[in-house]
Nanobody, 123 residues
């Protein structure tokens, strides 16, 4: 299973971005998926998760109401829609997938990881 994330960039405070993660080697409908981020000098943190059936989501408190995780089964792609971006959202964002049915906010629950995409929010 391989994951390829894209969509990062340099934006201003209040702007929006949509990250994409294309998954190959396994159909997305049998995977739990999630997004994590890591800022310079900080530990990796959970951002958003989506259950294998696409019906349950969970978010970190810091992004709740601003970010949305979704997927397109036909494209085998998971998305992270990020709105009202803040400088503290600056980080490398990585997508992850797991061979589990639920929705998870811990990195250990995910089996496959993509490379990161940089998101920089200027003030």
């Amino acid at each position: 299973v391989q994951l390829q994330a894209s969509g990062g960039g340099l934006v201003q405070t209040g702007d929006s971005l949509r990250l994409s993660c294309v998954i190959s080697g396994r159909t997305i409908s049998v995977l739990s998926t999630g997004w994590f981020r890591q800022a310079p000098g900080k530990e990796r943190e959970f951002v958003a998760g989506l259950a294998w059936n696409g019906g349950i989501t969970t978010y970190a408190d810091s992004v709740k109401g601003r970010f949305a995780i979704s997927r397109d089964n036909a494209k085998n792609t998971v998305y992270l829609e990020m709105n009202t971006l803040k400088p503290e959202d600056t980080a490398v964002y990585s997508c992850a997938a797991g061979d589990r049915a639920g929705v998870y906010d811990r990195a250990g629950a995910y089996d496959y990881w993509g490379q990161g995409t940089q998101v920089t929010v200027s003030s």
